[in-house]
């Protein structure tokens, strides 16, 4: 059974940055694509940012500039480094990893963004 487990959401004001960490609950390389998404109350479900086995990354065009992805194979992690945050990016942040036959999802984190 896989598990990720997030962590590092809280409250933030405007222009303040967090990191979200996703820990794996074994070796990241079974993944061929981990994600960041998020959902907002009243709000569907969006992908924030994503990156592959490879490295190669991609990003929503709202965090663009803002956000980055990365992954430390080593100790089966992901981060998302949040920067110059804006009281919009405020929602549930869910960890994902996909193998070729299944989808795995964390519980999610809560990010505020508020004065």
């Known amino acids: 059974q896989v598990q990720l487990v997030e962590s590092g959401g809280g409250l933030v004001q405007p222009g303040g940055s967090l990191r979200l960490s996703c820990v794996t609950s074994?070796?990241?390389?079974?993944?061929?694509?981990m994600a960041w998404y998020r959902q907002a109350p009243g709000k569907q479900r969006e992908l924030v940012a994503s990156i592959t086995s490879g490295s190669y990354t991609n990003y929503a065009e709202s965090v663009k500039g803002r956000f980055t992805i990365s992954r430390n194979n080593a100790k089966n992690t992901v981060f998302l480094q949040m920067n110059i945050l804006r009281p919009e990016d405020t929602a549930v942040y869910y960890c994902?990893?996909?193998?070729?036959?299944?989808?795995?999802w964390g519980q999610g984190t809560q990010v505020t963004v508020s004065s």
């Open positions: 994902n990893a996909r193998e070729v036959s299944e989808v795995h």
């Open positions: 074994g070796s990241i390389s079974r993944f061929y694509s």
